[in-house]
Antibody
Framework: QVQLQESGPGLVKPSETLSLTCTVS????????WSWIRQAPGKGLEWIGY???????NYNPSLKSRVTISVDTSKNHFSLNLSSVTAADTAVYYC????????????WGQGTTVTVSS | DIQLTQSPSFLSASVGDRVTITCRAS??????LAWYQQKPGKAPKLLIY???SLQSGVPSRFSGGGSGTEFTLTISSLQPEDFATYYC?????????FGGGTKVEIK
């Protein structure tokens, strides 16, 4: 079945760039929208942004100046870069597939914890 | 941004109870609403999409309703595995937003 797996450093220093990759298995990344979502400790869910396999993106305005999401169809993965991180960016980061326009996120990665600390 | 307000934020119920969670949107979102279940330490799981469509593999005791600004998630007979936190999400306009969550605990 379709699986998503996040990978990347679990610890990032303040002011540096957080970089995560989501590897997609058992389905081509083409033809779908792919999202990043995060959840701060004990808090709710925050949508970060999405990318279409063609490369078009849409970001949450609250993070837009610091976020870049990219896709590599040859490796069947997509990535998140979040620059100038602070402790407020400490969270579990999830990648997810958008099942269709307006249809929700039907497949999620297990999540990866990123802590921002010196 | 469209704000989603869930109520209640906390719910204590017994196995077999009928449970309803409400999600209100700050402006109309047609039927572009999804519901998720999240258990501790796990990723959210899609239960309902397009306000009332049951995601494949989800038990039929879960149902969704509503349109416009008011939506509901109903669990017809609460099972032990249903104790979790539930979130609504609007997919009508960007940025996509989630409700604050409803934690369902055992009475």
């Amino acid at each position: 079945q379709v699986q998503l797996q996040e990978s990347g450093p679990g610890l990032v220093k303040p002011s540096e760039t957080l970089s995560l990759t989501c590897t997609v298995s058992a389905v081509s990344i083409s033809g779908y929208y792919w999202s990043w979502i995060r959840q701060a400790p004990g808090k709710g869910l925050e949508w970060i942004g999405y990318i279409y396999y063609s490369g078009s993106t849409n970001y949450n305005p609250s993070l837009k100046s610091r976020v870049t999401i990219s896709v590599d169809t040859s490796k069947n993965h997509f990535s998140l870069n979040l620059s100038s991180v602070t402790a407020a960016d400490t969270a579990v980061y999830y990648c997810a597939r958008v099942s269709g326009a307006g249809s929700g996120m039907d497949v999620w990665g297990q999540g990866t914890t990123v802590t921002v600390s010196s | 941004d469209i704000q989603l307000t869930q109520s209640p934020s906390f719910l204590s119920a017994s196995v077999g109870d009928r449970v309803t969670i409400t999600c209100r949107a700050s402006q109309g979102i047609s039927s572009f609403l999804a519901w998720y279940q999240q258990k501790p330490g796990k990723a959210p799981k899609l239960l309902i999409y397009a306000a009332s469509s049951l995601q494949s593999g989800v038990p039929s005791r879960f149902s969704g309703g509503g349109s416009g600004t008011e939506f509901t998630l109903t669990i017809s007979s609460l099972q032990p595995e249903d104790f979790a936190t539930y979130y609504c999400q609007q997919l009508n306009s960007y940025p996509l937003t989630f409700g604050g969550g409803t934690k369902v605990e055992i009475k």
